[in-house]
């Protein structure tokens, strides 16, 4: 069973940074893309940042320039550096991965960013 265990969310002043991760256990043969999505209160989940299984990245525009993320295929995690925090980053960010054709996505962590 693939299980995604995300950690690094928090509390965090205006232009600070966070550093989040995820970690892919289970019954893994490989995993394609990874990335982050997030969900506001009242609002959709949209992507905010993707990385395929050969480092290719995109990003929402709203976190060009801010946002990093990263993968170690080693250790089957993928990571979200996020700097220069902003309020409208407040939300529950979502660990996404794909592994053959089927879709997994982890618990969920908040990140709150306070004005």
């Known amino acids: 069973q693939v299980q995604l265990v995300e950690s690094g969310g928090g509390l965090v002043q205006a232009g600070g940074s966070l550093r989040l991760s995820c970690a892919v256990s289970?019954?893994?043969?490989?995993?394609?893309?990874m990335g982050w999505y997030r969900q506001a209160p009242g609002k959709q989940r949209q992507l905010v940042a993707a990385?395929?299984?050969?480092?290719?990245?995109n990003y929402a525009d709203s976190v060009k320039g801010r946002f990093t993320i990263s993968r170690d295929n080693a250790k089957n995690t993928v990571y979200l550096q996020m700097h220069s925090l902003i309020p409208e980053d407040t939300a529950v960010y979502y660990c996404?991965?794909?592994?053959?054709?089927?879709?997994?996505w982890g618990q969920g962590t908040q990140v709150t960013v306070s004005s």
């Open positions: 990385i395929t299984s050969g480092g290719s990245t």
């Open positions: 996404h991965a794909v592994i053959r054709t089927f879709d997994y």
């Open positions: 289970g019954s893994i043969f490989s995993i394609n893309a």
